[in-house]
């Protein structure tokens, strides 16, 4: 992204999620996202690095989510701190949870191409992190529906 395009995006996104804990919640998960595409960058073994851009794949199109969830929550309960509203803090775990496992998603798959040798069970460990991130957003998901179902 050049200069420009990254300033119009930050503004989208002051508007769309605010500059509090929504925002900081979506950037968490947007860098765990990152962080993992660099570490595919180092991995020289070929069926291993396939099996991780699968998985890569399947957390970009959770972004799309976790960002869609982040703007309703914005939209709802609009936060330029770091207060969590009561009526959305399960939805806010989730999320802060779905963050995390995405690290730790990363951090195996970052061992994993450090490992020295074939690997002889491939991406599992990775791949049973990232079905941990999908859960967290399935569940940021369904608590936000919750909550407007009970507004």
Request: glycine fraction near 8%; include cysteine; hydrophobic fraction near 40%.
């Amino acid at each position: 992204m050049g200069f420009f395009s990254t300033a119009r995006q930050g503004k989208k996104d002051d508007a769309e999620l605010g500059k509090g804990l929504w925002r900081r919640a979506h950037d968490r998960f947007t860098r765990g996202l990152d962080r993992y595409h660099q570490v595919l960058e180092g991995v020289e073994d070929e069926a291993l690095y396939n099996e991780l851009v699968d998985i890569a794949n399947e957390l970009s199109e959770l972004a799309v989510r976790v960002r869609v969830v982040c703007v309703e929550a914005q939209r709802r309960s609009p936060s330029d701190g770091l207060d969590i509203p009561g009526a959305l803090a399960g939805v806010h775990r989730s999320l802060s949870t779905a963050g995390n496992s995405l690290a730790t998603t990363a951090e195996a798959a970052a061992m994993l191409r450090l490992a020295v040798g074939p690997v002889p069970v491939g991406a599992v460990s990775v791949r049973r992190r990232a079905e941990s991130v999908q859960e967290h957003v399935s569940d940021a998901e369904r608590r936000l529906a919750e909550a407007s179902a009970g507004d």
